[in-house]
């Protein structure tokens, strides 16, 4: 079952913090971020697994809540280069690997 | 090297074409996956190779025909599409199958415009 991300689309001006949530309404095992540039192939950022994790890499860190079945991904002091659409994929204990159905940033100068 | 290779980038065929797209990976993975993906949509899964074996099959209609020769090569073959198979396809590779946390890792993916 596809996970929910919010919000569908947030811009933003470069230096500025975003957040993007994803949530599924079945247990989760592991959340995927990735981010995809326009005619690229999705870009792997980060796996949360359960345990209620926390992950950074530089600006973009990420969190897992295992009991709200949801992840957020923070973006902080965006730069040019964090535009893109993000998605979330979730692990359902075994079932099919699943993307979120994507948020789209752009970040302006 | 964490690089997935796929051929061809682009590819233009008609209704009663037979082509095929590929996927190279070293990377000693033994799962590999193919997904579509419509413009401003999200990956979908089509098929999961673990091991050399299809093991997910996501009800994909029979003018896909996967093959995975070994373990570093994955091929799907394409014959009588129709234009709403038009589509971005994406090869990706794992360690091993996901639901236990395995990362995957995506190539550039081969743009499909079916005439």
């Known amino acids: 079952q596809q996970p929910v991300q919010s919000p569908q689309a947030v811009i933003l001006r470069e230096g500025e913090d975003a957040v993007i949530n994803c949530s599924s309404s079945?247990?989760?095992?592991?959340v995927h971020w990735y981010r995809q540039k326009h005619g690229e192939a999705p870009v792997f950022l980060m796996i949360?697994?359960?345990?209620?994790e926390q992950k950074g890499h530089e600006k973009i860190s990420a969190s897992f809540n295992e009991k709200k079945q949801q992840s957020s991904l923070y973006l902080t002091a965006s730069q040019l280069s964090y535009s893109g659409t993000y998605f979330c994929?979730?692990?359902?204990?075994?079932?099919?690997?699943?993307f979120g159905p994507g948020t789209r940033l752009s970040v302006l100068p | 090297d964490t690089e997935v290779t796929q051929t061809p980038k682009h590819l233009v065929m008609g209704m009663t074409n037979k082509k095929s797209l590929k996927c190279e990976q070293h990377m000693g993975h033994r799962a590999m996956y193919w997904y579509k993906q419509k413009a401003k949509k999200p990956p979908e899964l089509m098929f999961v190779?673990?091991?050399?074996?299809?093991?997910i099959n996501e009800s994909v209609p029979s003018r896909f025909s996967p093959e995975c020769p070994n373990s570093s090569l994955l091929n799907l073959h394409l014959h009588a599409l129709q234009p709403e198979d038009s589509a971005l396809y994406l090869c990706?590779?794992?360690?091993?199958?996901?639901?236990?946390?395995?990362?995957?890792?995506f190539g550039p993916g081969t743009r499909l415009l079916v005439l």
């Open positions: 990706a590779s794992s360690q091993v199958a996901s639901g236990t946390g395995e990362t995957q890792y």
């Open positions: 949360l697994l359960k345990g209620g």
């Open positions: 079945k247990a989760l095992y592991s």
């Open positions: 190779y673990s091991y050399e074996k299809l093991s």
């Open positions: 994929g979730i692990d359902n204990y075994g079932q099919n690997f699943v």
